[in-house]
């Protein structure tokens, strides 16, 4: 079976090298993800909030902590939240990041699987040696029965099994379980520690076998409820068993929480939800890692080495819930960035920050003086006083109040409205390539683009992507500029941040970053007005003519990394595939390879101006009397395109003063246009 989920990989990733669309992958599509609940729901709780001298830590502590983090670009922080004896004495969104949205956790949800684990062997339903192919008798099989006869609950908690089906048979069909119960091991059980989120997957199978329940129903029930921890999901495999290892979303504050739980030894609010023998069970050594900061692995949770008895909650790319029991401290974060295993640029400033700290056991005097450069401090990083103008010179972290010929630049921009640029069968998506594997959420593929009239402040990039029209407002203060993507019937709200500027061609570009709240990715889009040779269309920045065509590079951050080693593979593979690539590797050439690789992941399309005559679009900007000095207010709503019965939930503008109704028109162009 492992060979043929390596079959089944291979033809993925030289699909999504093809930029080929829609569904794509072997594991059946559904949408799952529900859009985010904004508002408090009932029944949830909030933790307690103190200053930070109340609870015998230094504000200028907690400030040095996040100015270093938000200084260091290769952090890439979204969210932090530092806790002490119970209560919130420090936290930040780092723009445009929100504190209340859920994120995406990754695998920091293995430790929650774990807790589960610990209850039911708690209560006498599940023991740690039992073997799991007693657990799910309705897949065992002579192989399985060979093959994994010895693997028991305890191996697959402290990631010991061995079994070689792996991460990578989330994308090769619907029956995971199947799957791995069919799967030959690299090693006899407990041999040694070999990190696999199938382990975590089965344990969730065998929490359905035992209780009937799924994971995320059980876990819903004995942890979640019991502590107000409302706003919350987690995804399911085709076959409905909770992921076990990834897929849940987590807003801070309720990472936070869990993490106090375990401070706490299982209890809340008097009530013991994880049994106290298992917290401790579970934090204690069961293998060696090869991580220099936690070389040491319980039960779904690492040890750390940076204070006595200190271990984290891990999630990639940097969703972490870190507990110091010897100073009663809990801290989380959201970031993204490329950090894996605790290795890299944030974790290095934690790790320092928590070794130098000093704390009280008694209340330190308020230092007013210092709590305002806290506060001021979250200000900026918060970025709650941004300027009103439309882009402004410095960079994306930098502002001022000085244009670089701001009006220039503009009145370019609306000799564009009204005009529309094809782009063919792209197969690139808004959703970023790491997005779309990790959700198995595959794009349709941007078939156009097109640039609409807004306000005086901003302007639309419309996105044609399958049945959806995307209109990205762009400019002015960007935490206006939010949009939601139904993509497959998931809903993912994101913010539009925009530079304008030229390149070495002179051409213009427009610099988007679109942000998704609820995730750790970002989508990069550049859009260059013209071509860069003289000799060739420059209209794009010369006049008021519309160039005949623009080019477009993607990109995405974080996740680079991981993506191109995961495409790297297929150099190594068995069928027909990797005797290909490897052929490539023994003529030397195999930086083809590689640059296969990094256009699959940064491609780069370009889109011909579609005339009046292909279909009807008009050709010509707006004329600048058009844009009403008034229209200041936009709000998002759904339009309908196509039967006039069935809404695609496209995001359209309306302008709310009637005079501007032309302007709303255009702006709701449709996909036929």
Known sequence: MALSSDLYVGELLMRLVGHQTGEISKVDYKPQKPAFYKEPQEGETFLERATPESQGVSSRWVKDLFEALH????????KIMVMRHGKVIGETAFAPYDLDYWHIVHSLSKSVTGMAIGILIGEGKLNITDKLIDLIPDKKTLNSMLRLRDVTIEHLLSMTSGVQFNEAGAISGNDWVKGFMDSGTSFAPGKEFSYNSMNSYM???????ITGQSLFDFVKERIFDPMGIKRVFWEACPKGITKGGWGLFLRIEDMCKLGQLYLQKGMWEGKQLVPEGWVVASTTKHATTDIPDAPGYGYHLWLLNSREGSYIFNGMLGQNVYIFPDIDMVLAVNAGNNEVFQTGA??????????????SDEPLSEDPMTTRFLDKTIDRIMEKEVPGKLILRGGWNRRSDAYDNQQDKIMRIRTLYGSYYDLGDSGIGIFPLMMQITHNNFTDGI?????????????????YEGDQIYTLLCGADMYENKVSFNIHGEVYDAVVKTRLSTDEYNRMAIMLRIFFLEETSERR???????KYDQEDTRGFRGSNIPDGIDVHFNEYPGNNLLSGA?????SSKGIQGMIMNKLDEFGA?????????????????????????????????NEDDIKKDNEEIVNININVGDSDKSSGVKGIVVKDTADKDIADKNTTNKDS
Do not use: W
């Open 71 to 78: 200084e260091c670009p290769k952090a890439n922080m979204h």
């Open 203 to 209: 344990l969730s199978a065998v929490v359905t076998a």
């Open 346 to 359: 944030m974790t290095d400033i934690l790790y320092e920050k928590m070794r130098d700290i000093e704390v």
């Open 447 to 463: 078939t156009k683009i097109g640039f609409v009239p807004v306000d005086r402040k901003r302007f639309g990039v419309q996105i």
């Open 525 to 531: 889009i550049n859009i260059y007005l013209g071509s």
């Open 567 to 571: 495409l790297s593979t297929i150099t």
């Open 590 to 622: 195999s930086f083809l390879v590689g640059k296969t690789i990094h256009y699959t992941i940064n491609p780069r399309v370009h889109g011909f101006l579609i005339k009046e005559e292909d279909n009807g679009v008009v050709g010509s900007g707006d």
